[in-house]
């Protein structure tokens, strides 16, 4: 009988790596992938050769064993990801995994998605008598118009700034894919006086790169600069609950705007399958994952 082809984890490893995947996530997904290898050789399944009806059987065998949908669904997104690597090696020309998906985990709402106009009433309604509230609502415009998170926020620099092009530059990071949005004609007036005034009168002739600094251009958090912008915004709307769900109400609306690969551009989502979790967010969404029917369900 001929010897099963067992794949190398070396592979799965590097292009998880490249990915930007953390190391606890590799060490878990290499641990699944290993798994999965033993049951094909038990099987006598080639790796290469798999169908989609190899892989419902190998899911529906994990149920059997007692196995749980949340973690058959993390078991079939490591297959997702050797096989996607395979594919780009030119290894296989087809992903059996492509169009498989866990029915019967319970898909939630991200957060209270805020509604546009309110989005913009946080930003306009926004105090900017003091340097450190036009720093602040600054800060309030790239999230309600751009998206961006606390993070990067704090990463900006005054170099990614573009204010005669109307732009903003977001330095890529390891979760995030760097990427070149348009400001709104509000933010660009508010910006220039950010750094004309505010922002020197915050330095007190320091120097700092950073694009957001406090008073002093002393060192701070970010996370702790945004608590008393966020205790302002609540009081603006009662419903707001953090920045996260300003971002996801953000990327929400992007979502019923522009195409899911555009959307992923702009949010800087380095994989598109974080893209299509947010339309989690729309009721719409939800009421056809309702309906759709798996083999699993």
Known sequence: MPKIQIA???E????????????????????????????????????????????????????????????IQHYIGTLKNYYDYALQAGKITNNPTTHIEIKGIPRQQLHMVLEPHT??????????????QQRNKVMIGLLVYQGLTVSELGRLEVKDIKLREGKVEVPGSKKSNER???????????????????????????????????????????????????????????KVENANQIRASVITHWLKKH???????????????????????????????IDQYHPLG
Request: with cysteine; proline share 2%.
């Open 180 to 238: 070149t949005l348009q400001l709104e004609s509000a933010q660009v007036m508010d910006i220039y006086d950010y750094v004309l005034q505010a922002r020197k009168l915050l330095l007190e002739g320091q120097e700092n790169p950073l694009f957001f600094i406090a008073k002093d251009g002393k060192r701070y958090s970010i996370s702790g600069m945004m608590k008393p912008i966020m205790r302002q915004l609540k009081k603006i709307e009662k």
């Open 12 to 71: 799965l490893t590097s292009y998880l790596q490249e990915k930007g995947h953390t190391k606890k996530s590799i060490n878990s997904r290499i641990l699944v992938f290993r798994q999965y290898c033993q049951w094909l050789e038990k099987e006598r399944l080639e790796i290469h050769e798999i169908r989609y009806q190899d892989v419902l059987e190998y899911m529906r065998q994990c149920k059997l064993r007692g196995v749980k949908q949340r973690t």
């Open 259 to 289: 195409n899911l690969r555009e959307a992923q551009y702009k949010a800087g989502h380095r994989y598109i399958s974080s893209t299509e979790s947010y339309q989690q967010n729309d009721t719409e969404s939800l009421q056809r994952d």
């Open 8 to 10: 190398n984890t070396e």
């Open 119 to 132: 989005l913009h009433k946080l930003y306009h309604h926004y105090p900017n008598e003091s340097s450190e």
